[in-house]
């Protein structure tokens, strides 16, 4: 099984705009920002199945997810099936 953290940090990821704490100052740096909550787990690494809050689903998918561009690739669509997403 395959597991991959998409993002790690709270509804609007790290750093939040209106932050000073150390956290979202360290979060500043581009190696170190964080986006939402989500994670892609995987039993063949081949077909990739996303939990995330709904609300999440368009700022994290579209900037993180490779496989998304492999199921355009062949004219498909990611289709939301409650809270999980089958790529």
Known sequence: MKIRFLGT????????WNCGCRVCEA???????????GLAVSGD??????????NNTNPLVLPQA???????????AVAADGLLLEL
């Open 9 to 16: 940090a709270a509804g609007g990821g790290a750093p939040q």
């Open 27 to 37: 979060a500043r740096d581009a190696d170190v920002s964080r986006t939402q909550d």
């Open 45 to 54: 690494g081949d077909t990739w199945y996303l939990f995330t809050h709904l």
């Open 66 to 76: 490779p496989e998304l561009a492999e199921v355009a690739a062949v004219g498909a």
